[in-house]
Each structure stands twice: as C-alpha cells, then as structure tokens.
C-alpha cells in the first residue's frame, strides 16, 4: 500500500492513500505520531498519539494542528486493524512560516478581544441593571414620601375647613340665639298689654306691702 505525504507545512499535512478493496463497506484510519520510535513503540495501535477516522469513499485527508520541526510516523489502515509497516510513512514538518504565525497571533487576539468584549457587555449589563435598581427604589421610596406628604396636607386642610365651620356655625348661631331671646322678651311684653288685670296684679304682686294693703281699704269701704 503505497501511502505518500505531500504539501507539508510547519502545521499541516495532505495524506493520500490507495483504495483497499477491503474497506469498501467501512472506514479508513488514519494514526499519527510525533518523534516515534519503533523499536521501543513498534507497529502497536496504542502507539500512535492521534487517529482519524475517513470514510472508504475518501482516498486523502488534510492533517492539521501539527508542531514544526517535528518528525511524523504516519499510518493509515483500513477500519481498526493494526497496521503494518508498508502501510506507514514517515514526514518531517517544515519550519513555522511568518504568515501562519501571523495568522495565529490574529486568531489569538481575536479570541481575546471577543473574549474581553463578552466579559466588558456581562460586568456593563449587571452595572445598569443595578443602576436600574437603584432608581427605581428611590423612585418608589419618592412617590411614597410625596403620597404621605399629601395626606398630611389633606389631613390639615381638612381639619382646618373642620374648625373654620364650627367657629362659622358659632357665630351664625349666636345672632339667632339674641332673636330668640328678643322675641321671647316680646311675647311676655304682649300678654303684659293684652290683660291689664293679669298686669296690675303682676306689678302688685312682687311687693309684701301691696299685699297686706289691698284688705284693710276694702274694709274701710264697707262700714261706710
């Protein structure tokens, strides 16, 4: 099986590999492993760092995410079989050219920017949310204030109108209270006039010595 590795890069890789008839109803596995050794690590699936897994209707793969300068052993298999050492190639990864660099310099400001920007909107959110908060218990602990106020100041007004119209009443009953007693002077004054007996008899009767000398002069008319 001849597996061949081409446009290497300090941190990619293309794989390119012969269809097997055997994995047409399955999959393709691709291992990796940086700085390997075979006589310590051997051919062994528990050897390999890194799989892949393609489907069988695949003959290439781009590997990524690989360290420059760095030696490869790389194999691919059909399905989950151990491979073998025809099935394998070895690939050394290029230096890390200025571009890539750059672009992952700007892939890690980005992400730090967005980063920094989600976190800035989170603490900018909580702010004006207490912010909120905090006006609207004032504005509640303001309404609340100026309602007492104003019915306090109902409360005086009406006691005020309260006391303003008892002292008017008082004085609106006094004038017919001196009518009263006016009139009650006046009808004893007209039963007075309309009974001179009832009058001389009034006018007699308040004095002890009208009273004993009414007798003694009817007597008097009498011997004669």
Request: charged share 20%; proline share 4%.
């Amino acid at each position: 099986m001849g597996v061949t590795v081409q446009n290497i890069t300090g941190s990619t890789a293309r794989v390119i590999w012969p269809k097997m008839a055997s994995c047409a109803d399955s999959f393709y596995s691709i291992m990796y492993h940086p700085n390997w050794n075979n006589v310590l690590s051997g051919y062994s699936r528990k050897s390999f760092q890194k799989e892949e897994r393609v489907p069988a209707s695949r003959s290439s793969f781009v590997i990524e995410n690989l360290t420059p300068l760095t030696t490869y052993i790389l194999c691919v298999t059909c399905q989950s079989a151990n491979p073998s050492s025809d099935q394998c190639k070895i690939f050394h990864t290029l230096k890390q050219d200025a571009a890539s660099a750059s672009n992952k310099k700007k892939d890690l400001a980005l992400g730090i920017w967005l980063t920094s920007s989600i976190l800035l909107l989170i603490i900018a959110g909580i702010f004006l949310y207490g912010c909120l908060h905090i006006w609207c218990r004032k504005r509640r602990a303001r309404l609340e204030e100026q309602n007492r106020n104003s019915e306090q100041e109902k409360g005086k007004v009406w006691f005020k109108n309260k006391s303003h119209t008892s002292e008017e009443f008082n004085r609106a009953s006094q004038p017919l209270q001196e009518d009263e007693n006016i009139n009650a002077d006046f009808v004893q004054l007209a039963i007075v006039s309309e009974n001179p007996l009832t009058s001389k008899d009034m006018l007699i009767m308040p004095t002890s010595t009208s009273q004993e000398l009414v007798p003694t002069s009817v007597q008097t008319t009498t011997i004669h």
